[in-house]
């Protein structure tokens, strides 16, 4: 029980945090901060995270007077921030943009001075809409760390609704911002944290929340959902301004909109997915051998990987095949897109590849980083925008050691046909799109369902107030030039003319567009708070952070390859306190070939895995392209099911159980308001259990405790079938004992360890019957000494400090030779150690290969070792803090609390 009731707290001050869902949370924030350093605040879009976030810094700033920076977008830098911190008196706190804090020199800029104070100064970091932060890889994060370097170090408190958005490995990136040891969760059973989460990435590479990452998960992150504050604090009242408004939220609702892919381009898409590769039997890549393209109608994409094309025994990289496989997944997209988009993108490659060429007849190769600016670019649009001609950072590597002639061959064959696609596509003039036929029916319809249902005039406009999104500048753009003509042109537009904005991530004046589309929502500033703008085209630079719930219609353009973009899109509107009973997705579908690309995205999805595992690489070359088998099937099926007008994506998508155990939680602490329930619990007997019948599988869940250790313990010991054992060989004993059981026995083999399955397993209902025959009772003793036995040889090996150990990478074991043996003349011995605790740890891919970078920089081993020197400043690295092994214990220490039998049908 110990586990899940809040941790005691002192009061709160200024910061209004009435309801009572942010009051829990605030205190759970507290708790780990304290604890960790550093927390999490994950809660859904709307939920208050900023009041959260607001009294933590209050606490920082005015209870223990120290320097707090914020770091947010600008849009809300200068909008909800900038008044929050006036009303709540923190006006010295100083609130920075992403884009200020990467120009200060002092973090790595090139520009002037932004911060108020040197960045050691800072005792609390805090960052909204954290998850921009979340690739380790981009200069953005590499100013972070900068930031955060120092000892002691800085408390960290990220703010997003979306941890999560590619992979596991976005949460790792994030936690690895404050927890700076591996082993730091030894006592939760982890002793690599790095390890684990690999693991957990393993299980599924398409669960973003699996069970398996529940301990850890809900030791740093505070994570509600709206499905959560529905069940347990319904009534609930939150300040919106000076007035409070009962807690409720809009029902989401998803429209279709169809068009014709053929009519723009009669028969070009099976041409292009041949283009493609669709058809090319490529097992062990997608680039395959140069021989087997077929030149002139098929892109090999050999400029972006020449690698293919090298004489000898040079194995192809692994980084240029994946990029290649993500070039064709972005063509596809584009294409799907807007013929604009398409035809532009198809020149800027077809200008490249002459480029390559230039080089090529100089004697030169351009190597496999082409796409090194696309991989690294700080904007956000890094993960939207698609520069395939980027040369920037670019190696060049004789021409001699490739097999020159074929590789001039195929990077000519695909210029000629990238520059045929584009002229091809450049036919198709706006007017003649029919898709964006399509999007001006949608928006009539719009405004004329705004003017019937409105009851004042500012009432139709907020009713008529709609986001287009696109993933591409290039799209936006080019529904833009029609929507301009069709507002001007189009009576049923009228409403919008004079109305309409673009938002892109190189378009700049963002935020005086988005306070100028909903200055209520947005917070607008004094004078710049004017309601201009009804109609606003953006890319997904416009999809997080903001509040724009004024407006009640959003509508996806593009195809929803990531349905989750979908999500965060949403959530601009559909938020706590909307003026809308309802709000309205249309997502936009092609009529007939819908299963065709989404076919085609699978094979190229695939293909890219096969492309790392071709030369035996594991992992994340290319960020967005896992060497994991990629599932597609799972984001068919949410497309499918936006096709069909289905809102459960919307619904569901923040109900991420293993984020936190707050449900647990809450329902501890509901029960324990009942004062003969809470007796009933408080004076239950250790050892007592029970049992509840189940359609799955059998077994018994255990809680334990070992001696006074305060963390319980959790245990799943699944049945076997009489029938099962038979199969797999069992003795004559097992099989007596499983006779005597009903026809089951303990599977000790089978035993889980994962806290969030086993209490998933144990959840019941007020109305749930008890049930626990004889026969499965008597086999609960057999089941209790296996689960003691694994929890006793699991706690067994966390008290060898041996094991405490993580694995140290190659490149920073050397590094620390090279000091023990080449130390500077001028290094004392205490700035030695210091620096070889802090070298020898295991480190991510990225620091390993700037380390190996920094060993072979110099012949000279003291220039060498002035090199990691310098690296480690510069990266900040610090001596992890120590962990102290487990205490031993006997297997009697182990000592069982309560359980809970399954008992499957027939037992």
Not at 287 to 304: C, H, K, N, S, V
Not at 742 to 758: F, H, K, N, R, Y
Request: one cysteine or more; hydrophobic letters at 40%.
């Amino acid at each position: 029980m110990s586990l899940f009731t809040n941790p005691s707290t002192g009061p709160l001050d200024q910061v209004s945090v009435s309801p009572a869902f942010q009051r829990d949370g605030l205190y759970r924030a507290m708790d780990y901060l304290h604890r960790n350093n550093g927390v999490l605040i994950a809660d859904g879009v709307g939920l208050g995270k900023t009041f959260l976030a607001g009294e933590l810094i209050r606490q920082g700033v005015h209870d223990r007077r120290q320097r707090v920076l914020l770091v947010a977008p600008a849009a809300l830098r200068d909008g909800p921030w900038e008044r929050f911190l006036i009303d709540y008196d923190l006006k010295n706190v100083q609130c920075v943009s992403f884009q200020q804090l990467a120009s200060d020199p002092r973090v790595g800029g090139d520009g002037n001075h932004v911060l108020w104070h040197d960045p050691s100064e800072y005792a609390m970091v805090v960052i909204d809409e954290a998850h921009a932060y979340r690739n380790p890889d981009t200069d953005r994060a590499a100013t972070l760390r900068r930031l955060l370097e120092g000892s002691p170090p800085k408390q960290v408190v990220l703010l997003t609704a979306t941890p999560v958005n590619n992979s596991l490995w976005d949460l790792y990136h994030l936690m690895a911002y404050f927890v700076r040891n591996d082993a730091v969760f030894l006592e939760a059973g982890v002793p690599s944290l790095r390890k684990h989460f690999a693991e957990a990435e393993a299980e599924d590479p398409e669960d973003l929340s699996p069970d398996k990452l529940f301990d850890i998960l809900d030791a740093v992150a505070v994570r509600r959902t709206r499905r959560f504050v529905k069940r347990f604090y319904p009534n609930e009242r939150i300040k919106r301004g000076n007035t409070e408004i009962t807690i409720t939220f809009p029902q989401p609702e998803v429209l279709r909109e169809e068009y014709d892919l053929d009519a723009l381009l009669p028969g070009f898409f099976h041409r292009f997915a041949h283009a493609l590769g669709a058809d090319v039997e490529a097992e062990g890549s997608p680039l395959p051998p140069p021989d087997a393209f077929d030149y002139g109608e098929q892109l090999t994409l050999a400029r972006y990987a020449p690698s293919a094309y090298l004489l000898g025994d040079r194995r192809a990289e692994t980084f240029e095949l994946q990029a290649a496989g993500l070039l064709r997944s972005g063509l596809l997209k584009r294409f799907e897109s807007s013929s604009h988009a398409f035809a532009r993108t198809c020149r800027k490659m077809a200008k490249s590849h002459q480029k390559f060429l230039d080089a090529l007849a100089d004697g030169w190769i351009l190597t496999g980083e082409a796409l090194l600016a696309w991989t690294s670019t700080d904007t956000e649009e890094s993960t939207t925008e698609f520069t395939p001609e980027a040369n920037g950072g670019g190696r060049r590597d004789p021409a001699k050691n490739y097999d020159t002639n074929r590789l001039r061959a195929a990077v000519e064959a695909d210029r000629d046909l990238l520059t045929a696609f584009a002229e091809e596509a450049e036919q198709i003039t706006a007017d003649e799109d029919p898709k964006l036929d399509a999007l001006i029916e949608s928006l009539a319809e719009i405004a004329e369902e705004a003017k019937r249902e409105s009851i004042t005039p500012s009432d139709e406009r907020d009713k008529r107030k709609v986001i287009v999104f696109s993933y591409y500048a290039d799209t936006v753009a080019w529904i833009h030039e029609r929507l301009q003509t069709a507002c001007e042109e189009d009576p049923r537009l009228a409403p919008y003319r004079g109305r309409l904005a673009t938002v892109t991530g190189s378009s700049g004046g963002t935020e005086g567009i988005l306070f100028g589309f909903a200055p209520d929502s947005s917070q607008a500033p004094k004078g710049r708070n004017d309601d201009k703008y009804d109609l606003l085209v953006a890319t997904d630079v416009l999809a997080e952070g903001v509040n724009l719930q004024q407006a009640r219609h959003i509508i996806n353009f593009d195809l929803p390859w990531n349905p989750m973009r979908l999500v965060q899109r949403h959530g601009r509107i559909d938020r706590i306190g909307s003026p809308h009973s309802h709000v309205y997705l249309r997502c936009f579908f092609p009529s007939e070939d819908l299963d065709a690309l989404l076919g085609l995205e699978d094979a190229l999805q695939r293909k890219i895995t096969q492309a790392a595992r071709s030369i035996g690489v594991e992992g994340e070359i290319v960020p967005g392209s896992k060497a994991t088998d990629q599932n597609f099937a799972h984001t068919k099926e949410q497309i499918k099911t936006l096709l069909e007008e289905d809102a459960s994506l919307f619904e569901n998508a923040e109900d991420t159980g293993a984020l936190s155990g707050e449900e647990f939680r809450r329902e501890l602490t509901e029960a324990l308001q009942t004062p003969r329930l809470a007796q009933s619990i408080k004076t239950l007997p250790w050892v007592a259990g029970s049992g509840k019948a189940t359609e799955g599988e059998g077994g018994f869940i255990f809680c334990a405790r070992v001696g006074d250790h305060p963390r319980p313990q959790y245990r799943w010991v699944p049945l076997a079938a009489v029938g099962d054992l038979r199969a797999s060989g069992a003795g004559e004993d097992d099989m007596n004992a499983a006779a005597a059981g009903g026809g089951w026995q303990v599977a000790p083999e089978s035993i889980v360890d994962d806290t969030l399955a086993c209490l998933g397993k144990a959840v019941c209902a007020p109305g749930t019957e008890r049930r626990l025959p004889d026969p499965i009772a008597d086999l609960a003793y057999a089941a209790w000494e296996a689960a003691r036995r694994h929890i006793y040889e699991a706690w067994l090996e966390s008290t060898d400090p041996a094991n405490m150990r993580p694995s140290i990478p190659k490149p920073m074991r050397d590094a620390a030779e090279l000091l023990n043996d080449h130390p500077p003349k001028d290094l004392g011995s205490d700035r030695l150690y210091r620096l070889l605790d802090a070298i020898e740890a295991p480190y991510d891919t990225r620091t390993q290969r700037m380390m190996r970078r920094a060993l072979d920089a110099h012949e000279d081993p003291k220039e060498r070792a002035e090199a990691v020197i310098s690296l480690v400043d510069e990266l900040g690295l610090q001596p992890p803090p120590e962990v102290e092994p487990l205490p031993e214990i006997e297997v009697g220490d182990v000592n069982l609390v309560t359980w809970m039998a399954l008992v499957p049908e027939g037992g």
